[in-house]
């Protein structure tokens, strides 16, 4: 056996091994009457490329199935990506740039072909990366979203897209899916509706300008601002109201300002109109002043301009106050240039606010409010128009200037200037384009998600599905109570085309394919609708479409519902609750019995991992440092349920240093001869060092099943963690080694199949988190009949427990370590061996002393064991169950010195642990430090008052050997 496992080499070796027999296919390893357990990867983009919270996803997916698959369950993990509609559509136009080619100079078909040619040279990369991490996905059945859409080349003739193009009509018939308009997020440069998933909310510098809306007519109103208490600290007459807005290009298009109901300032003049301060004077348009709830009376001036068609928060106002929402921009966030003259939209928008007639949301948004000076206008550039009108006619708020100390004048009157905050503003941003969206009313596709939410919440409810940790449970029920229509269509090319189509009247045929349409229509001349299914659509169909739906496959009838799903908890409710309104909407069942949500991979610090920090871990580049065991195990041992994972370098080493521990231990085994018996009984040692770590292998395996049953990765590695390097490593090889040396052939034999066994069962227990090096041991140990991944996982317990044995062997251990403590903490020198004094001890202990006395000396480093009526001065004493030792140490150490030594580091400690409290008992630290400042301040302490402790503790035994 080589001295290291070489995991660069061994890894890419291992997984072919694998891949070329099969061992990942569904039902492989299954057992005769096997119960089934599928899980269904969540499918990453095709143009992903593995992110640290991939391979934490991925890792746990494939800890379950390996662990299913070595008890002989009928397993399927199902692989595939999600087309990633927007993602893709400007990878492949980014790569036509670069040809001169833009995507409108092509036809929709000329494009989509380029974008299957992407597909097929480059799709696969995430594919092979997840290999890397040691995924043992079925992959003869990987997915694909757009599988057998038209213009799908040879290789992607599935039926996904038929599964799409079904659902959508079903539940269009059964009117679960309608046109309609409604306020969505609006990407002006790939001019589509995007979700809020693909919405960075970021804060950047910004402005909120100060403007007056005349009151019509010249009226005027007692403007009054009282304190708490009631007395007036403020009063004027104004003729205006005052409006804040970071975003003066939208007053165009308001409807209405509203106060809140509750606020006296402005109950004089609720139900009056005031004026828009922008646009032709003589066309100037008059709004309603109405009262709603949104409104913050502490905020701003307490007043709010309704733009009912750009903001979301004012659109619900619009909708409840029957507010008219006028669009104002085109698809690339333009002003718009379309519609009849400025004139007679604002006289048309007028007669509206006096309540002379009303207006349709089609005539509504038909309407273009924007003067004709500004259309064609940028966004921005029309704000800067906007800004400069309204200051020129002296509407805008006024507040006293800064000083003017130029040319040496000092507290010189600077007179008035427009009331501007710089502040810092949160503005949306695509996630992919990196421009500003807009919040835009338009005309999409939507599900009626209230007709289709009640069974997927009674499906949680009922526990037919349960969700795991319950926090998360919670935000599930939150959504699904409170859910809005969900917008489905997207204005993209790549996608799933909507499959309606339309006659010269704008009437809608939806059919599966255009010569259904046709002939629904009677044959009338048709027009397809150009938008495309947003891809959480048909990812909402990944458990059925996978397996083969709508056709009736015995993968479906197998494998559906799934067992368990794992995901992250970002999309709950883009994808999981999706999953299940869809699945429990068109087959009346839900998609998984399980859901497990784990939580965010952080830094070190607890910091959310930026390109911009600097913190990204890259997988890839950790997998070639440390090896993919190394990586997985520490993602799993971190895997604490509703915990972030805060993922550093240090402990990744740790753990690859596990791994090394774990080959050493194989080696140090194969050194001393020791091979698998064949049919090895468990039962069957004699010895009591044996027996005993036949017991903590059951203990271990026991534990290990039931923490992974209950969705505890954490706990289950952590367990075998302490299995492996506490008992097997750190003790019961060196308890072997006498026995080894004894010239007892038949003890030499029990150990040497007790020990082979047990390293077997270490790599069984550990191959489902650390699937590589176990398998090269396996094979390097001995010639096996079957791989490691197929090894028949064990069912050994209780039957196995020697209490006494466990016992004996327990009371040895704690000897030893009190042994070692002492030594540690008084500075007794590692190399030297001391006299160790027996006392008073019971039966038991002097049993257990006297058949382990040669193991104990030897590691406990002692020169003698000497029995005593009382110790002499100078002793530290050492207590263990049924009896006390001692360790004469007065004449092996200076004890003044040890004890100033402590005292002088016990003084810099408590000035240490002084300003940690002090930070943390600070109201202003715990508010205004960053959460992971703050954490790590705690940890700072924890360890300190520990190691305070433990000083303590070791001059209490110093002043006892004085």
């Known amino acids: 056996m080589e001295k290291t496992f070489n995991a660069a080499e061994a890894e890419a070796r291992i997984y072919a091994k694998w891949d070329d027999a099969g061992a990942f296919k569904a039902g492989a390893n299954a057992k005769p009457g096997a119960e089934p357990f599928s899980i269904m990867i969540p499918p990453p983009n095709v143009t992903g490329v593995l992110h640290v919270g991939h391979a934490f996803n991925n890792t746990l997916q494939d800890v379950l199935t390996r662990w299913h698959r070595m008890r002989g369950f009928d397993t399927l993990w199902q692989p595939g990506t999600d087309h990633a509609g927007i993602a893709t559509q400007m990878v492949v136009e980014r790569e036509l740039a670069k040809e001169g080619i833009a995507r409108k100079d092509l036809t929709r078909e000329e494009f989509l072909a380029h974008v299957w040619d992407w597909k097929k040279k480059s799709g696969g990369t995430i594919r092979e990366q997840l290999k890397r991490l040691g995924a043992s996905c079925d992959w003869s059945r990987e997915a694909f979203t757009m599988s057998g859409a038209p213009g799908a080349p040879e290789g992607e003739e599935g039926n996904f897209h038929d599964a799409v193009i079904k659902v959508f009509v079903e539940m269009y018939n059964k009117g679960y899916i309608y046109r309609g308009k409604r306020l969505v997020n609006w990407d002006p440069h790939f001019e589509t509706a995007i979700s809020d998933l693909e919405v960075e909310n970021i804060d950047q510098p910004g402005h909120m300008w100060h403007f007056k809306y005349p009151l019509a007519g010249g009226a005027t109103y007692e403007y009054v601002e009282k304190d708490e208490d009631g007395n007036v600290t403020f009063r004027e007459t104004r003729d205006y109201i005052s409006i804040a807005t970071t975003r003066p290009e939208t007053m165009l298009g308001d409807g209405a300002v509203a106060v809140h109901p509750d606020d006296a300032r402005y109950a004089p003049i609720v139900g009056q109109l005031c004026e828009i301060p922008v646009g032709p004077k003589e066309h100037r348009r008059l709004i309603p002043i109405i009262t709603d709830e949104y409104p913050d009376p502490t905020f701003g001036s307490g007043a709010v301009k309704i733009t009912g068609a750009h903001d979301f928060n004012d659109y619900g106002v619009a909708k409840r106050n029957d507010i008219p929402c006028y669009r104002l921009m085109d698809t690339r966030a333009h002003l718009r240039d379309d519609g009849a003259p400025y004139a007679e939209a604002a006289a048309i928008a007028q007669s509206v606010a006096n309540g002379e007639t009303t207006l349709g949301e089609m005539e509504a948004d038909a309407l273009n409010l924007v003067p004709d000076e500004l259309r064609g206008l940028d966004r921005f550039e029309a704000r800067k128009r906007v800004v400069q009108q309204i200051t020129d006619e002296g509407l805008a708020v006024m507040v006293p200037a800064p000083p003017d100390d130029s040319d040496g004048n000092v507290c010189f009157d600077g007179g008035m200037m427009p009331f501007v905050e710089s502040k810092p503003i949160t503005q949306p941003f695509g996630d992919r384009s990196k421009v500003v969206i807009e919040p835009m009313l338009t005309d999409q596709w939507f599900v009626d998600t209230a007709k289709i939410v009640e069974p997927a919440l009674e499906a949680v409810r009922s526990g037919r599905t349960k969700i795991m940790p319950e926090q998360h449970r919670k935000v599930y029920f939150h959504w699904l109570e409170n859910i809005e229509p969900w917008t489905i269509s997207r204005q993209l090319w790549w996608g799933h085309q909507i499959p309606v189509w339309y006659d010269e009247d704008g009437n809608q045929y939806c059919a599966a394919s255009e010569e259904e349409a046709v002939a629904k229509a009677g044959g009338k001349a048709l027009t397809r609708d150009p938008d495309v299914l947003d891809t959480w659509f048909s990812s909402g ?362 005292e002088k580091t016990l003084g810099k400690l408590a000035k240490e642990l002084g300003g940690l409290r002090g930070r943390l008992n600070n109201p202003k630290f715990a508010a205004s430090a960053p959460p992971e400042v703050v954490e790590e301040t705690r940890a700072n302490l924890a360890a300190r008052e520990e190691e305070e402790a433990r000083i303590k503790q070791a001059l209490e035994r110093l002043n006892e050997v004085a």
């Open 541 to 902: 169909l990944w458990p059925i479409g996978t397996l083969g739906w709508p056709e009736q496959t015995p993968e479906l009838d197998r494998y559906f519902p799934t067992s368990t799903l794992v995901s992250g908890f970002d999309i709950i409710f883009f994808w999981v609750a999706r999953m299940m309104m869809m699945q429990l909407a068109v087959v009346d069942e839900v998609p998984f019995r399980d859901v497990y949500v784990h939580a965010l991979v952080r830094d070190e610090k607890g910091r959310k991992m930026s390109k911009s920090i600097g913190n990204v871990l890259d997988p890839l580049e950790l997998i070639d440092e440390y090896g993919a065991d190394a990586l997985r195990f520490t993602l799993t041992a971190m895997a604490a349920m509703g915990r972030d994972l805060k993922l550093s370098t240090d402990r990744i080493q740790g753990y690859r240093n596990f791994g090394t521990k774990l080959w050493n231990a194989a080696r140090f085994a194969e050194m001393n001869e020791c091979k698998p018996v064949a049919d090895f009984d468990p039962t069957s040692p004699t010895q009591t060092v044996n027996k005993w770590i036949v017991t903590e292998t059951a203990r271990a395996r026991m534990a290990h099943d039931e923490a992974l049953a209950g969705y505890r990765f954490n706990d289950a590695a952590g367990g075998l963690y302490q299995f492996v390097w506490g008992k097997v490593c750190d003790w019961y090889l060196e308890f072997a080694k006498p026995l080894f040396a004894s010239g007892d052939e038949a003890v030499i034999a029990e150990t040497r199949a007790t020990m082979a066994w047990v390293i077997d069962q270490c790599l069984i227990l550990l191959h489902p988190t650390m699937p590589f090096i176990t398998e090269e041991l396996w094979g390097e140990i001995t010639i096996r009949d079957t791989m490691l991944v197929h090894a028949e996982w064990p069912t050994y317990g209780e039957a196995l427990i020697d209490a006494d044995s466990e016992r004996e062997m327990s009371w040895v251990i704690s000897l030893i370590e009190a042994i070692r403590s002492a030594r540690q903490q008084m500075h007794v020198p590692a190399g030297l061996k001391v006299q160790l004094l027996q006392s008073d001890l019971d039966e038991a202990g002097q049993r257990a002393f006297d058949n382990n006395q040669a193991m104990i000396t030897r590691l406990a480093r002692l020169s003698e064991v000497t029995p005593t009526e009382a110790f002499p001065k100078g002793t530290v004493t050492i207590a263990v169950d049924g009896g006390t030792f001692g360790l004469p140490i007065a004449d092996l150490i200076d004890v003044g010195e040890e004890k100033a030594r402590l």
